[in-house]
């Protein structure tokens, strides 16, 4: 691991030198960061744009998993902050002021990381970045 790097810097360094442990550890510590812009991906290291929309959708995907496994409104038809489903609690629709819902949402929140198991942030980074770990394989048979 290259913790003494950031991880654009892992992720070049482990495509440049052929490690592949670097190049998942590298997108894995992006992914877990609880905040992440565009700018902190393409600048000073310039990751390619394919790359930063999958490193995006990978942390939609995983914090949608995350927020449909502790929130009884995950997938309700919400409209202007408010959905079709009674909530439990004062049993009208669900409104983002609601305080029942928002504790729904805040329990169990890291405030250093996003909140799903590494395995799957793995799985997911192997999947979507295929073709950059395939190639990295194939350049050390070469």
Not at 21 to 27: A, C, E, M, Q, S
Request: proline residues 4%.
């Amino acid at each position: 691991m290259l913790l003494d790097r950031t991880p654009a810097e892992g992720i070049l360094l482990g495509i440049k030198y052929g490690v592949r442990t670097w190049v998942i550890d590298g997108y894995t510590r992006v992914i877990e960061q609880p905040t992440l812009t565009y700018e902190e991906l393409r600048k000073p290291f310039e990751l390619e744009w394919k790359d930063i929309a999958k490193v995006f959708y990978i942390r939609s995907v995983l914090q949608q998993q995350r927020e449909s496994s502790s929130d009884p409104f995950a997938g309700a038809n919400v409209a202007n902050g408010r959905s079709d489903a009674a909530c439990p609690a004062c049993n009208i629709g669900h409104s983002s002021l609601c305080a029942y819902s928002v504790s729904l949402r805040q329990k169990g929140n890291s405030a250093s990381t996003l909140d799903y198991g590494p395995a799957d942030a793995v799985s997911m980074i192997e999947s979507e970045f295929s073709d950059v770990l395939q190639e990295l394989e194939a350049s050390l048979e070469a």
